[in-house]
Structure formats: C-alpha cells, structure tokens
C-alpha cells in the first residue's frame, strides 16, 4: 500500500507530466499552426495567380490554412512574347490579393519562409533558384524545372550543396486516377506498362517535350516510376510519339498532340488490370502537397525521379535528332551531369 505521506509528492509527479505534455502538445500546435510567408518568384503565368488564389482568398482550403502569399518577383521570361505580356496584368491582380512587388529575389529572401519559383520560362531558374536555397529557404520549382538537362542537375545539385529542400512537379502528376495507380489501390496490380498523353505545343527556346509534353510526361512517371533506361521517338507536325523502355523491358509512351481534340489521361497496364488514369484534377491537388512540402521539408518526388523525367524529354530530342533512333539515358545524362558541374563551378562557384 502506498502510505499517505507518499500521496502528496506522487500527486506533485502526475501534476508535472500532465503539465510537461501539454506544454509539448501546445508546442507541436504552435508549430503545426505557425503562418508560413511565401514569395512568387515570376508572374509570368496563370499558375502564380491560381496558386495565390486558392491560398489567400477567404474561406480557402482548410490544408492551406497557416499559409499565405505576402511578396512578389515579377520579372520572369525575358523574351517569350506570351510570358512577357501578361506581366503587367498579372501584377495589378496579386496585387489586388494582397500580395507586395519587391524589386528583387534578394529582396524577396528577406520576407519569406518560403517561395513558389513560377517562371513560365525554364531557362531563368538556376539563376533564379541559387539566392533561394542559399538562403535556405525550402524552393517549390514550377515545370519546367530548368531549360535543358544539364540545368535541371544543376538546380539539384545546388539543392543538395546548400542543404535546402526542392520541390518540383507538374500538376497531371496528382489527378485523381494517376494517384490511385501510383498507391496501388487502383485494381492494376504491377505496372508492366502505360500509355499516357497531354497537349504538346512547342516552344522554340526550350527542348520539344519541356514547354507542355511534360504535362504526360509527368503523368506517364506517375504511372511507371523511375527506371528508364532508353526513348526512341516519332516526331511529325501535329504529333509527337516517345517510346521509353524501363528497366525489366517495361514499355512507357508519350503522346504529344498538336491537332484534333486535345487532352489529358492515358492507360495503365498492370498484372491484374488494365485502367484508365483519368483527367486533369486541376490545381489544388499539387498546391495541397506544396504546402506540406513547405511545412515538412520534404519532397514528395524523390529527385531522381524528376531527373528521370528530364532525362527521357532530352532523349527524346536526341532521337528525333538522329531520325527516331533509340537514344539510352545514360548517354544524354553523362553529358548533361558534365556540364552541370562545369556551370555550378564557374558561375556560382559550388563544387560537389
């Protein structure tokens, strides 16, 4: 039996572990409802004012609650005539959501805890990126991550250098459909392979399949995960046809349409089952793991996938080059990975 004098200091000892993990329990509420400020880096496209929308408008989404966009970069693509125009537009409507206009990313760095870098163009964003993960600053990259391979490795490699978490995905990645597949509870059993499609205009300053392929493209990865080895392309004027092999002989397609009814979906192929993906699921599906990204530091894409994404759009250009032939991917990323490490050394100054 437990003697009264004793009842007093076990009663003191229950008080301070009840009070120990309240004090904890608000802590983790304090941190889990702490306001995290974003920055735009680019307003030279829609998804930097649908983003900005759908967090700041009233009533928003309960996952993007402790979330707000408070400042704005606006300079994005320098010389693509349908990016440059909408600037000016685009700036009066953040503004009206309450969004400031800084003059620079530097000055950018100083007032976020985060940033959304949504430059329509990809060529800008190693520049752009470098000031934000050097100042730590967890980095979500709109598609296309970079303009070319070599700057893609280069972004991640930067990442990876200064520590700092890197997001980067298109929203086709997150549809309904293609998320069911990927978790397994689609009825497909393994995925022996995939037939994905999406729009494909093309843009003459980027690689083919980087301006909008990489919408099915991204699709198409969701479906069959990392492990191409090989892509072998068929290019016309209204049509585009990537044929990727993966490790195990998996065989993954790409449509690009450029004419007739245009959309989004595909087929996946699996051991148990043959299913449609589905459509489009618009943007707050991607927006919702954004922001988890932002709170966690983690990336729900591992960067070798997303690599692997550029690495089979850059294969493809190559074989479309050398007249459809198979092009490996070991061949394009050796290249690109040389001269990644070659332009983080020279112009930034970061060496592995």
């Avoid at 930097?48 to 929308?53: G, K, N, P």
């Avoid at 979330?67 to 693509?77: D, H, L, M, T």
């Avoid at 003459?204 to 198409?220: A, F, N, S």
């Avoid at 051991?271 to 932002?294: A, H, N, R």
Wanted: glycine residues 10%; contains cysteine.
């Amino acid at each position: 039996m437990i003697s009264s004098k004793n009842l007093l200091p076990l009663s003191l000892f229950c008080l301070a572990l009840v009070w120990g993990a309240t004090q904890s329990s608000q802590s983790l509420q304090a941190e889990d409802t702490k306001l995290i400020r974003i920055g735009i880096i680019g307003l030279d496209t829609s998804h930097a004012i649908a983003f900005t929308q759908s967090i700041n408008k009233k009533g928003a989404n309960e996952k993007f609650r402790g979330f707000r966009v408070v400042a704005a970069y606006p300079k994005g693509s320098p010389d693509i005539e349908s990016s440059v125009s909408r600037v000016p537009k685009y700036i009066k409507q953040i503004k009206e959501l309450g969004v400031e206009i800084v003059d620079s990313i530097d000055d950018l760095v100083t007032k976020v805890d985060a940033v959304l870098l949504e430059t329509n163009d990809g060529r800008p964003h190693l520049r752009q990126a470098i000031p934000v993960l050097k100042a730590g600053l967890p980095v979500f990259v709109d598609k296309p991550v970079a303009g070319s391979l070599a700057d893609a490795i280069a972004i991640f490699k930067a990442a990876k250098h200064y520590k700092t978490p890197l997001f980067s995905s298109s929203s086709l990645r997150y549809t309904d459909g293609a998320k069911k597949i990927r978790a397994g509870a689609a009825g497909t059993g393994d995925i022996i392979g995939c037939d994905a499609y999406s729009p494909c205009s093309l843009e003459k300053t980027h690689p083919d399949l980087y301006w909008y392929g990489i919408h099915g493209v991204e699709t198409l990865f969701t479906v069959m995960g990392p492990g191409i080895e090989s892509v072998a392309r068929v290019h016309t004027r209204d049509t585009d046809l990537a044929v990727g092999t993966w490790q195990g002989g998996r065989i993954g397609t790409f449509r690009g349409i450029r004419s007739g009814k245009r959309g989004y979906g595909g087929t996946a192929f699996g051991t148990k089952g043959i299913v449609q993906i589905g459509s489009y699921s618009g943007y707050d599906p991607l927006l919702v793991e954004v922001v988890k990204f932002f709170r966690t530091g983690k990336s729900p894409v591992a960067s070798q996938e997303t690599l692997e994404i550029y690495a089979f759009m850059e294969a493809a250009d190559e074989s479309k080059r050398q007249g459809g032939k198979s092009v490996t991917i070991k061949s394009v990323w050796e290249k690109a990975e040389q001269q990644a490490k070659k332009t983080l050394k020279e112009k930034y100054g970061v060496s592995e």
